[in-house]
């Protein structure tokens, strides 16, 4: 498709790009990747190879597919109209999307914008942390995360990561962040029948252990992403929301990867009945066509930072300049109208079950798949070196199953500097447009793939 010369790109790139999450090294003796061009469910590289993309612009992000031109359109209108006013201020792409969020998210009603998922985490850990300071004398300020979960990049959000190798060296972290362990049953911490009930019970033991009255909130990921695509187990959810209740704990749940569709549902909470007093979203909500996150909070949130207007301090006082870039909400409108149009959270349900059940059958055949799991296009396949110690495979073998198929012309992706010695999860997450050819195709490339790399 791309046939320009795009060498003189591929020069600069080199010569001056600091790639996020690269090793340049080996850059000293080839060249990095350019993507330039994509269409539907298909990437173009500076070369003119053309890829299935498996993972939504490498993070699933791209939920609605590339070339977009209603979005696009949509983004160009607004530009010309109102690019930009601080978020102080309303503006009408920011009116009409909060409307159009908060009509698919019932019990909460504000919606905060900001420019990225990290930032929006850090708004909620803020709003916590306030709360804690004007109701309960500077104590309930804790905020607990779940090992395994990713909650962003920055300080804050580095402090509540479970991911090790994500946090490594950056420290000191930021205090006031406490680890609950991971609920992923194929890696069982405890030998019971009812998995899910005892996972969340030892988030209710952290909670005894630091004292409730110190607690504020727990964020958790409704199906953890880059840790290795968990699945919560049957009754977990239920009995954290217990919890939640029991300590007075606002849940936070971080929809960053799972919002807008990923799982089938507007958002991941809904496929387990959550009822959270605090959502975060960002990469699906606009696809990636312009940098918007959002935090959504009840009303009963809200209204904490408006009790007493004589106080100067008494709301929320933190801004985010990019969060008043109209550009954000204009193609998130124009994003959400898409799925709903092209009734995109049933083909993501369909073609989920129907990729996970093509797992399934590779799992058959390739004893290296360990478990396959996942909801909707959203969807994991641990690779082990023997079935019954379910010892990881090497993270090196992971990587080149996902070489062999970006030489087939299919990108997938694999958990990426998380947990040390478990790097070993295959990821997809293609675009909610996959039809059954792309699964086939996706499929057929992994098993090729497998028995490229272990026989
Ligand atoms: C679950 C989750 N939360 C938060 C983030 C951070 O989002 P961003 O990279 O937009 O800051 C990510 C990014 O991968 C994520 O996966």
Known sequence: MYDNDLSDVVAADKAHVWHHLTQHKPFETSDPRVIVEGKGIHVWDAKGTRYLDAVSGGVWTVNVGYG?????DAVRDQLVKLNYFAGSAGSIP???????????????????????????????????????????????????????????????????CGQPERHMQYGPLAPGFVEVPHCLEYRKQWDVEDYGQRAADAIEEVILREGPETVGAICLEPVTAGGGVITPPKGYWERVQEICKKYDILLHIDEVVCGVG???????????????DMVTMAKGVASGYAAIACLVTTEDVFDQFKDDASDPLNYFRDISTFGGCTAGPAAALANMEIIENEGLLENTTQMGAYCLSKLEELMEKHKVIGDVRGKGLFLGAELVADRGTK???AEKLAQQVVAECGAQGVMIGVTNRSLPGFNNTLCLSPALIATRDNIDEITGAIDVALTRVFG
């Open 262 to 276: 990923r799982t089938g549902a507007w958002f991941g909470y809904q496929q387990y009945g959550v009822k959270p």
């Open 68 to 72: 977009r031109t209603e979005i696009a």
């Open 94 to 160: 920011g009116a009409m999307f909060s409307k159009k969020l908060i009509e698919k998210m019932p019990g909460l009603s504000r919606v905060y914008y900001c420019n990225s998922g990290s930032e929006a985490n850090e708004k909620a850990f803020k709003m916590v942390r306030q709360i804690a300071h004007k109701r309960y004398g500077g104590k309930k300020t804790k905020i607990l995360f779940r090992e395994r979960d990713y909650h962003g990049t920055t300080i804050g959000a580095l402090s509540a």
């Open 391 to 393: 010892e990881p495979v």
